[in-house]
């Protein structure tokens, strides 16, 4: 920015002249009256009042006064903007204060118009001098910008450093001695003097008042008192005073402060501008009123000018369009002063297009002419203030836009001033432009602006946006849907400064080149451009440190901004270098270059590295580094850097000059070492293995190939000697040169066989000498006595010429890890198998690696055996014994993983070693050191759960071979070639079968009781834990033995669970049982009866299923075993067969004769919702006498409620006598039938089952293979022979 006046580039803030803070105070000072209008020659150094010398206290004295302490910060705190600030983000309540005299001047609004003499004195006409006028006005003759000028920046300093739009003066109140004692009152002299000194004080403020007045400016005084006149009660009172007295305003015209804290001085003055912001709002308001009516009333163009004293007219007068240009431009500073940016931008707009308009015709302005360069100056300021209002609103691609179109319009209006791109004015005005706004941007960011990150927009928006640019906007159409649709110009984004800077670089050079083409032509043919002020001052230019300087900027800007990994900073550096070569500042250059290489290597730009090898390698013979000139010079041999054929071929020969040319640096110099592994070497290096994989101590035939460039024949190279290396610290392959040889193009060396190790060198002889395109095929094999994976790492090629020694390690081409492509004389990889045919032939090679081989260890040679008592058994903690035999001849180091594979019904299995236990998994068992021969047994256990199937189990064996004493020692690899050790992997899949320890079989019978039914209405039903049995369940458990080894029963134990509808009534097992623990063998029984009582609700009717109130737990084991197992024997739910009206007769067995035998007959209605009508009859029988009713009427059974029909028999016969039969029949009324005429209801008397109480036993309703027993169809008595029988004794 130094490039253009600062005044005009500058954030403009209010301006505010502080005064009576300072003594001495460096302020500018205004022209006095003399008609001195030559701003810039105006004095610096202000006016000292007398009043402000101090009487003379000592320095500690004044160091110690608060006053003086309170002036000091307020100085500070005052002055706070920085003068001349570009880029403001605390614009707006602030002001830009300056601290002057009391006594400062302003310069004069208007003065007569004179005319200079002759001898520079200027001098008056009064017969036609015309109305006073503004010392820096076109019409004045003394003016600078008499008689056609446009803008001074002298006129832009007077309103930010000259004429204030506040004056602020600070004043010290007077003040009396304290008084002794608060009832002591004031002295009349003292009252009189204090009266004076306020007088006096007015007065001053008065005079200033006028000065200030005259202006528009606001004056503000600010009183200085102490703490102790705050509370004076005459402090108003002489205020008021001192205001009447003054002529000041009422509002914000009178502060008093006393000494106070820093942070309420900065409240205070914080405070004062606020307060006085209005105020200089109104001042600069009232300047743009005064402009537009002057606006409104433009002279005319043949306005009066004066003449010399010679009387001739000096220039022609200012055009309209250029007082326009004025005016504008005055609005838009005066709105800057105010904050109204969007207002500024306005006027600003229309001053640039006034402008472009006077540019458009050279008759108003005349190009090369210092009104015209005064006239470019101002737009290009113009245009950098409307990108800066642009971009304080965050219109960044507006500001964008206005700085694109001025440089276009400015590009086209230099073609006719006749400085076009041709030119180096042209370029400068470029590049010039591009720095300004690349200085404006970092400033901004560096106040903490943020370049807004161009959103990609989605093809929902585009196709919205589409949609409303199509219908010309709708509801949901927004300003950047529309701008995706139409497209953004990637010009008018914002780019960070570095673009900027880059681009002024760019334009640097071409003004560089510029001016060289027009050096060149007027030295050849002198010219008129010789002469121009121009050419000369573009001679003074140091150009290319202007473009290094710009570089640099873009590149640390570049580096700052840059997201992920950006190139363009390397390309910049790039340019650096080559700037630096190009100024003849070679060891700069190298720097740049060598870091900018490394990169380029790194990510293979050949394109890009070959001109950058070109410029070093000439940098190094310029700086006279011998080393780094062999070192470019190889890698351009490789490269193939030099397009010229014949320079290209004369490479190796320049080579051989250097190094006998050229001393050693040091007599004690160590060889030099070129290695270039990211760059393409000058031989290609190839190696092909036969075979893949090899054993310990078996060869490994290999070939090396070295092929020389197919355009450059390295036949010169002093090479001595060749060393093939096989990674690690293994001794190499040494061959040396020897003259003779082969010269076809493909020469086979034999180099023998190689062992690996740390001493042993082999050593050979070959030609060393390669011609175009030739390739030498090195052949032999390889031993290793240590596993590995072997291949040829690097092929040294060691150059002596003179004193100096040079090593080339150049890194063998491998398919796993390539950095350059091989020449096509070795890709794809193929083996040499004969030369005694023209051309050679080759067999490819498809294997993958081909380039590497594997060196294994010989196989581990383990024999596994399992031994379990198969099959295994459910929650059996199921041993597995494992045994290991080590058939080596090496001992072996095993450990052991087994894995559990998972079941099919996804249960939980466990696995058990050692102190291991594990559901899946169990790694790392250490089955120690096995000596050769010896066997290894340990022993893992299977716990099984779930469902019976099949177990699976992995085996991994790890094996590494013990080596107390080797013969080689290891060698020292690199993580990518080192091998596995000496170690192997056995894998073995065991499968267990699985089988449930014990099966059970449970038959279930059922019998009713015969005892009463609760009735309904007992109350008793409903309490908490009655039980109300009717059924009785009868089951027989049988527990046994399926597997083919013997168990042991320990105990059988019942484990009862709450059942509300069972329960257990006995069982036949005992705690005290002797019989347990016994032995049962294979398909062997062991039996259990119990039986449980059953409670018939409402849910056993619905679903027929009661669950077992238990079940049982077996302990078992193997025979032999250390430990029982548990087995969860269930037994199934019962399901009781449904009854609905039923008949149970209870009778003894036996009798004696004649005597009397009662007989209940008790008859249930379990049915849940129907009633009995019931009709009792009794049958007569020759054996029994039967005393009770024949033949009755039963009263009506509710739903689960029984009656009990009581009887007395007399025997009359012995032996086997049946009783008399009893029959139950349900009327049941069927309603209307079709076939009943009469409307009568049809009966049907339905037949009740009577059962004998000691034969009732049925299976389950669901069992179809057991039926109930046969009811007879005429109703009756339900039994295995048709009727009850019991045995008659005989009386004794």
Same mark, same amino acid.
């Given at each position: 920015?130094?490039?253009y006046p600062?005044?005009?580039?500058?954030?403009?803030?209010?301006?505010m002249?502080?005064a009576g803070?300072?003594?001495?105070?460096?302020?500018?000072?205004?022209p006095?009256?003399?008609?001195?209008?030559?701003?810039?020659?105006?004095? @610096?150094?202000?006016?000292?009042?007398?009043?402000?010398?101090?009487?003379?206290?000592?320095l500690?004295?004044r160091?110690?006064?608060?006053?003086?302490?309170l002036?000091?910060?307020l100085?500070t705190?005052?002055?706070?903007? !920085?003068?001349?600030?570009?880029?403001?983000?605390?614009?707006?309540?602030?002001?830009?204060?300056?601290?002057?005299?009391?006594?400062?001047?302003?310069?004069?609004?208007?003065?007569?118009?004179?005319?200079?003499?002759?001898d520079?004195?200027p001098?008056?006409?009064p017969?036609?001098?015309?109305?006073?006028?503004?010392?820096?006005?076109p019409?004045?003759?003394?003016?600078?910008?008499?008689?056609?000028?446009?803008?001074a920046?002298?006129?832009?300093?007077?309103h930010?450093?000259?004429?204030?739009?506040?004056?602020?003066?600070?004043l010290?109140l007077?003040?009396s001695?304290a008084?002794a004692?608060?009832?002591?009152?004031?002295? *009349?002299?003292?009252? *009189?003097?204090?009266?004076?000194?306020?007088?006096?004080?007015a007065?001053?403020?008065?005079?200033?008042?006028?000065?200030?007045?005259?202006?528009?400016i606001?004056?503000?005084?600010?009183?200085?008192?102490s703490?102790?006149?705050?509370?004076d009660?005459?402090?108003?009172?002489?205020l008021s005073?001192?205001?009447?007295?003054?002529?000041?305003d009422?509002?914000?015209?009178?502060?008093?402060?006393?000494?106070?804290?820093?942070?309420?001085?900065?409240?205070f003055?914080?405070?004062?501008?606020?307060?006085?912001?209005?105020?200089?709002?109104?001042?600069?308001?009232?300047?743009?009123?005064?402009?537009?009516?002057?606006?409104?009333?433009?002279?005319?163009?043949n306005?009066?000018?004066?003449?010399?004293?010679?009387?001739?007219?000096?220039?022609?007068?200012?055009?309209?369009?250029g007082?326009?240009?004025?005016?504008?431009y005055k609005?838009?500073?005066?709105?800057?002063?105010? =904050?109204?940016? *969007?207002?500024?931008?306005?006027?600003?707009e229309?001053?640039?297009?006034?402008?472009v308009?006077?540019?458009?015709?050279?008759?108003?302005?005349?190009p090369?002419?210092?009104?015209?360069?005064?006239?470019?100056?101002?737009?290009?300021?113009?245009a950098?203030?409307?990108?800066?209002?642009?971009?304080?609103?965050?219109?960044?691609?507006?500001a =964008?836009?206005?700085?694109?179109?001025?440089?276009?319009k400015?590009a086209d209006?230099?073609?006719?001033?006749?400085?076009?791109?041709?030119?180096?004015?042209?370029?400068?005005?470029?590049?010039?432009?591009?720095?300004?706004?690349?200085e404006?941007?970092?400033?901004?960011?560096?106040?903490?602006?943020?370049?807004?990150?161009i959103?990609?927009?989605?093809?929902a928006?585009?196709g919205?946006?589409?949609?409303?640019?199509?219908?010309y906007?709708?509801?949901?159409?927004?300003?950047?849907s529309?701008?995706?649709?139409?497209?953004?110009?990637?010009a008018?984004?914002?780019?960070?400064?570095?673009?900027?800077y880059?681009?002024?670089?760019?334009?640097?050079l071409?003004?560089?080149?510029?001016?060289?083409?027009?050096?060149?032509?007027?030295?050849?043919?002198?010219?008129?451009?010789?002469?121009?002020?121009?050419?000369?001052?573009?001679?003074?230019?140091?150009?290319?440190?202007?473009?290094?300087?710009?570089?640099i900027?873009?590149?640390?800007?570049?580096?700052?901004?840059?997201?992920?990994?950006?190139?363009?900073?390397?390309?910049?550096?790039?340019?650096?270098?080559?700037?630096?070569?190009?100024?003849?500042?070679?060891?700069?250059?190298i720097?740049?270059?060598?870091?900018?290489?490394?990169?380029?290597?790194?990510?293979?730009?050949?394109?890009?590295?070959?001109?950058?090898?070109?410029?070093?390698?000439?940098?190094?013979?310029?700086?006279g580094?011998?080393?780094?000139?062999i070192?470019?010079?190889?890698?351009?041999m490789?490269?193939?850097v030099?397009?010229?054929?014949?320079e290209?071929?004369?490479?190796?020969?320049?080579?051989?000059?250097? #190094?006998?040319?050229?001393?050693?640096?040091?007599?004690?110099?160590?060889?030099?070492?070129?290695?270039?592994p990211?760059?393409?070497?000058?031989?290609?290096?190839?190696?092909v293995?036969w075979?893949?994989d090899?054993?310990?101590?078996?060869?490994?035939?290999?070939?090396?190939?070295?092929?020389?460039?197919?355009?450059l024949s390295?036949?010169?190279?002093?090479?001595?000697?060749?060393?093939?290396?096989?990674?690690?610290?293994?001794?190499?392959?040494?061959?040396s040169?020897?003259?003779?040889?082969?010269?076809?193009?493909?020469?086979?060396?034999?180099?023998?066989?190689?062992?690996l190790?740390?001493k042993?060198?082999?050593?050979?002889?070959?030609n060393? !000498?390669?011609?175009?395109g030739?390739?030498?095929v090195?052949?032999g094999?390889?031993?290793?006595?240590?596993?590995?994976?072997?291949?040829?790492?690097?092929?040294?090629?060691?150059?002596?010429?003179?004193?100096?020694?040079?090593?080339?390690?150049?890194?063998?081409?491998t398919?796993?890890?390539s950095?350059?492509?091989?020449r096509p004389?070795?890709?794809?990889p193929r083996?040499?198998?004969?030369?005694?045919?023209?051309?050679?032939?080759?067999?490819?090679?498809?294997r993958?690696?081909s @380039?590497?081989?594997n060196?294994r260890?010989?196989?581990?040679?383990?024999?596994?055996?399992?031994?379990?008592?198969?099959?295994?058994?459910?929650?059996?903690?199921?041993?597995?014994? =494992?045994?290991?035999?080590?058939?080596?001849?090496?001992?072996?180091?095993?450990?052991?993983?087994?894995?559990?594979?998972?079941?099919?019904?996804?249960?939980?299995?466990?696995?058990?070693?050692e102190?291991q236990?594990s559901?899946?998994?169990?790694?790392?068992?250490?089955f120690?050191t096995?000596?050769?021969?010896q066997?290894?047994t340990k022993?893992?256990?299977?716990?099984?759960?779930?469902?019976?199937?099949?177990?699976?189990l992995?085996?991994?064996i790890?094996?590494?071979a013990?080596?107390k004493?080797?013969s080689?020692?290891?060698?020292?690899?690199?993580?990518?070639?080192?091998?596995a050790?000496?170690?192997s992997?056995?894998?073995?899949?065991?499968?267990?079968p699985?089988?449930?320890?014990?099966?059970?079989?449970?038959?279930?019978?059922y019998?009713?009781l015969?005892?009463?039914?609760?009735?309904?209405?007992?109350?008793t039903?409903?309490?908490?834990?009655?039980?109300?049995?009717?059924?009785?369940?009868?089951?027989?458990?049988?527990?046994?033995?399926?597997?083919?080894?013997?168990?042991?029963?320990?105990?059988?134990?019942?484990?009862?669970v709450?059942?509300?509808?069972?329960?257990?009534?006995?069982?036949?097992?005992?705690?005290?049982d002797?019989?347990?623990?016994?032995?049962l063998?294979?398909?062997d029984?062991?039996?259990?009866?119990? !039986?449980?009582?059953?409670?018939?609700?409402?849910?056993?009717?619905?679903?027929?299923?009661?669950?077992?109130?238990?079940?049982?737990?077996?302990?078992?084991?193997?025979?032999?075993?250390?430990?029982?197992?548990?087995?969860?024997?269930?037994?199934?739910?019962?399901?009781?067969?449904?009854?609905?009206?039923?008949?149970? #007769?209870?009778?003894?067995?036996?009798?004696?004769?004649?005597?009397?035998?009662?007989?209940t007959l008790?008859?249930?209605?379990?049915?849940?919702?129907?009633?009995?009508?019931?009709?009792?009859q009794?049958?007569?029988?020759?054996a029994?006498?039967?005393?009770?009713?024949?033949?009755?009427?039963?009263?009506? #059974?509710?739903?689960?409620?029984?009656?009990?029909?009581?009887?007395?028999?007399?025997?009359?016969?012995?032996?086997?006598c049946?009783?008399p039969?009893?029959?139950?029949?349900?009327?049941?009324?069927?309603?209307?039938?079709?076939?009943?005429s009469?409307?009568?209801?049809?009966?049907?008397?339905?037949?009740?089952?009577i059962?004998?109480?000691?034969?009732?036993?049925?299976?389950?309703?669901?069992?179809?293979?057991?039926?109930?027993?046969?009811?007879?169809?005429?109703?009756?008595?339900?039994?295995p022979?048709d009727g009850?029988?019991?045995?008659?004794?005989?009386?004794?």
């Amino acid at each position: 920015m130094n490039s253009y006046p600062i005044e005009l580039l500058a954030q403009y803030a209010p301006l505010m002249f502080v005064a009576g803070l300072t003594e001495g105070a460096q302020a500018p000072q205004s022209p006095s009256s003399s008609h001195q209008t030559n701003l810039n020659n105006t004095p @610096s150094s202000p006016i000292q009042s007398p009043k402000s010398q101090p009487d003379g206290p000592s320095l500690n004295g004044r160091l110690n006064d608060p006053f003086e302490s309170l002036i000091s910060r307020l100085r500070t705190t005052m002055a706070t903007r !920085r003068k001349g600030t570009v880029w403001d983000t605390e614009r707006g309540k602030s002001f830009q204060v300056i601290l002057v005299d009391k006594n400062i001047r302003f310069p004069p609004r208007k003065i007569q118009p004179t005319s200079p003499r002759q001898d520079g004195s200027p001098v008056q006409h009064p017969q036609n001098y015309g109305p006073p006028r503004s010392p820096l006005s076109p019409l004045t003759p003394s003016s600078p910008l008499y008689p056609d000028g446009l803008i001074a920046p002298i006129w832009v300093r007077k309103h930010i450093e000259l004429v204030p739009s506040v004056f602020v003066l600070f004043l010290r109140l007077s003040e009396s001695p304290a008084m002794a004692s608060p009832l002591e009152g004031r002295q *009349e002299i003292e009252k *009189e003097e204090e009266r004076k000194r306020d007088a006096e004080l007015a007065a001053e403020i008065l005079q200033r008042k006028k000065t200030t007045s005259e202006r528009g400016i606001k004056l503000t005084v600010v009183l200085l008192a102490s703490r102790r006149m705050l509370d004076d009660p005459s402090l108003d009172t002489r205020l008021s005073f001192i205001r009447r007295q003054s002529n000041l305003d009422t509002r914000a015209a009178l502060f008093v402060l006393s000494p106070v804290s820093q942070p309420e001085l900065a409240d205070f003055v914080k405070s004062l501008q606020s307060a006085l912001y209005e105020s200089a709002k109104d001042y600069y308001a009232a300047h743009s009123k005064r402009i537009r009516r002057k606006r409104h009333r433009q002279p005319q163009a043949n306005a009066t000018i004066l003449p010399n004293a010679n009387g001739a007219l000096i220039g022609r007068p200012l055009r309209e369009i250029g007082w326009i240009v004025r005016y504008e431009y005055k609005l838009a500073l005066f709105a800057e002063f105010r =904050m109204e940016e *969007e207002l500024a931008r306005k006027h600003y707009e229309d001053c640039w297009s006034a402008l472009v308009e006077m540019f458009g015709s050279t008759a108003i302005l005349p190009p090369r002419t210092k009104r015209w360069a005064e006239a470019k100056v101002l737009a290009d300021c113009i245009a950098i203030k409307l990108c800066k209002l642009y971009l304080y609103s965050n219109e960044c691609s507006m500001a =964008m836009s206005v700085f694109n179109r001025h440089l276009h319009k400015f590009a086209d209006l230099s073609k006719g001033w006749g400085i076009g791109e041709e030119t180096f004015e042209f370029w400068s005005w470029m590049a010039r432009q591009h720095r300004i706004l690349a200085e404006l941007l970092e400033l901004a960011l560096r106040a903490g602006f943020k370049i807004p990150v161009i959103p990609t927009p989605t093809a929902a928006a585009l196709g919205a946006a589409g949609h409303m640019v199509g219908g010309y906007g709708g509801v949901n159409g927004t300003k950047e849907s529309l701008a995706f649709s139409m497209g953004l110009n990637p010009a008018n984004i914002l780019q960070h400064p570095g673009y900027h800077y880059y681009t002024a670089a760019k334009c640097t050079l071409q003004r560089y080149e510029r001016f060289l083409a027009i050096l060149e032509q007027e030295t050849a043919q002198p010219g008129t451009m010789s002469q121009s002020p121009g050419f000369a001052n573009e001679k003074k230019v140091e150009h290319h440190a202007v473009v290094i300087e710009l570089y640099i900027k873009a590149y640390e800007l570049f580096k700052k901004f840059r997201t992920g990994q950006s190139r363009q900073t390397v390309y910049i550096a790039h340019r650096i270098a080559e700037t630096y070569y190009a100024s003849g500042n070679y060891d700069a250059a190298i720097r740049f270059f060598e870091r900018i290489a490394r990169m380029y290597r790194r990510e293979q730009w050949s394109d890009l590295l070959k001109p950058i090898l070109s410029m070093w390698y000439d940098c190094a013979r310029q700086s006279g580094d011998i080393e780094l000139t062999i070192k470019l010079l190889i890698e351009i041999m490789g490269s193939n850097v030099v397009q010229d054929e014949e320079e290209h071929a004369s490479l190796p020969d320049d080579l051989v000059a250097i #190094l006998k040319n050229s001393p050693l640096p040091s007599p004690e110099s160590s060889p030099l070492t070129i290695d270039l592994p990211e760059s393409p070497a000058i031989f290609d290096c190839g190696a092909v293995f036969w075979r893949s994989d090899v054993s310990v101590g078996e060869s490994a035939p290999f070939q090396l190939f070295v092929a020389s460039p197919s355009n450059l024949s390295l036949s010169s190279l002093p090479i001595t000697s060749l060393r093939i290396y096989f990674g690690g610290d293994h001794s190499p392959i040494v061959v040396s040169h020897t003259a003779g040889g082969q010269s076809d193009d493909v020469r086979r060396v034999n180099v023998g066989h190689m062992l690996l190790d740390k001493k042993t060198e082999l050593n050979t002889k070959a030609n060393l !000498r390669w011609n175009v395109g030739q390739t030498q095929v090195f052949a032999g094999t390889v031993t290793s006595m240590v596993p590995l994976i072997l291949k040829v790492s690097k092929v040294v090629f060691v150059l002596k010429e003179g004193d100096w020694t040079i090593e080339i390690p150049i890194h063998v081409h491998t398919s796993q890890n390539s950095t350059f492509k091989p020449r096509p004389a070795l890709a794809p990889p193929r083996w040499l198998s004969s030369l005694s045919d023209q051309p050679a032939r080759f067999i490819p090679v498809y294997r993958t690696n081909s @380039s590497t081989t594997n060196v294994r260890p010989k196989p581990h040679l383990l024999d596994l055996q399992f031994e379990h008592p198969s099959p295994a058994y459910m929650n059996e903690r199921y041993p597995i014994q =494992m045994n290991i035999k080590n058939n080596d001849e090496r001992e072996l180091e095993l450990i052991v993983d087994v894995l559990l594979q998972p079941s099919e019904d996804e249960s939980v299995n466990r696995i058990l070693f050692e102190d291991q236990e594990s559901t899946s998994l169990i790694k790392g068992l250490s089955f120690g050191t096995v000596a050769p021969g010896q066997i290894v047994t340990k022993t893992m256990f299977l716990v099984s759960s779930g469902t019976p199937g099949n177990r699976i189990l992995d085996i991994s064996i790890q094996s590494k071979a013990i080596c107390k004493s080797p013969s080689f020692p290891t060698s020292t690899l690199s993580p990518h070639d080192s091998p596995a050790s000496d170690t192997s992997e056995t894998l073995e899949t065991l499968m267990v079968p699985v089988k449930q320890p014990i099966t059970s079989h449970t038959e279930t019978a059922y019998h009713r009781l015969a005892g009463p039914l609760r009735s309904l209405l007992d109350l008793t039903l409903f309490d908490h834990g009655v039980f109300n049995p009717s059924v009785q369940a009868i089951t027989t458990t049988k527990i046994g033995n399926d597997g083919p080894w013997d168990l042991e029963i320990g105990k059988v134990v019942w484990k009862p669970v709450d059942v509300a509808q069972a329960r257990l009534f006995d069982t036949s097992m005992d705690p005290d049982d002797d019989s347990l623990p016994l032995v049962l063998p294979p398909r062997d029984y062991y039996a259990i009866v119990s !039986r449980y009582n059953l409670a018939l609700d409402e849910s056993v009717r619905t679903d027929h299923s009661i669950p077992c109130p238990g079940h049982l737990e077996v302990s078992w084991k193997r025979e032999g075993a250390d430990s029982f197992n548990t087995t969860v024997v269930a037994l199934p739910s019962f399901n009781p067969p449904q009854d609905g009206i039923i008949g149970i #007769l209870l009778s003894p067995a036996t009798a004696k004769l004649h005597q009397p035998v009662p007989i209940t007959l008790t008859i249930q209605n379990r049915q849940a919702a129907h009633t009995a009508d019931l009709i009792l009859q009794t049958e007569s029988s020759e054996a029994f006498v039967i005393a009770g009713p024949r033949s009755c009427r039963l009263p009506t #059974l509710l739903p689960s409620t029984s009656v009990d029909v009581r009887f007395n028999v007399v025997p009359l016969m012995c032996g086997m006598c049946r009783l008399p039969t009893f029959k139950v029949f349900d009327r049941r009324r069927l309603g209307l039938q079709p076939q009943d005429s009469e409307g009568e209801e049809t009966i049907v008397m339905q037949p009740v089952p009577i059962v004998d109480e000691r034969w009732d036993l049925r299976r389950s309703d669901k069992d179809e293979k057991e039926l109930p027993l046969h009811v007879p169809a005429s109703g009756g008595l339900l039994s295995p022979r048709d009727g009850v029988v019991i045995v008659v004794l005989p009386t004794t």
